[in-house]
Nanobody, 121 residues
Framework: QVQLVESGGGLVQAGGSLRLSCAAS????????MGWFRQAPGKEREFVTT????????YYADSVKGRFAISRDNAKNTVYLQMNSLKPEDTAVYYCAATSEARPLGPYDYWGQGTQVTVSS
């Protein structure tokens, strides 16, 4: 049973930073891609970024390029999302997800429960 548990969300002022964590368990993730998605109130869930666990190859949505960085810690089975220069439009529930690394842009098979990020202006 794959489990993904996010943490690190909170309230931050515009221009600030937050780091989200996603602790993964239940299987070996070396052949997986681990992604972050977000959903703002009244909007559809959107792709933010993903990383192939084995090679470390990353992909980013244009809206976060240069501001967000995804990384992973193999020893801790944890994926991180470092978010810098946050904007009010980054406010959303952020979800961690996992899929086969053969299709890093989806669809995704496993999802965490989400963590709220609120950026005040």
């Amino acid at each position: 049973q794959v489990q993904l548990v996010e943490s690190g969300g909170g309230l931050v002022q515009a221009g600030g930073s937050l780091r989200l964590s996603c602790a993964a368990s239940g299987r070996t993730f070396s052949s997986y891609a681990m992604g972050w998605f977000r959903q703002a109130p009244g909007k559809e869930r959107e792709f933010v970024t993903t990383i192939k666990w084995s090679a470390g190859t990353t992909y980013y949505a244009d809206s976060v390029k240069g501001r967000f960085a995804i990384s992973r810690d193999n020893a801790k089975n944890t994926v991180y999302l470092q978010m810098n220069s946050l904007k009010p439009e980054d406010t959303a529930v952020y979800y961690c997800a996992a899929t086969s690394e053969a299709r890093p842009l989806g669809p995704y098979d496993y999802w965490g429960q989400g963590t709220q990020v609120t950026v005040s202006s």
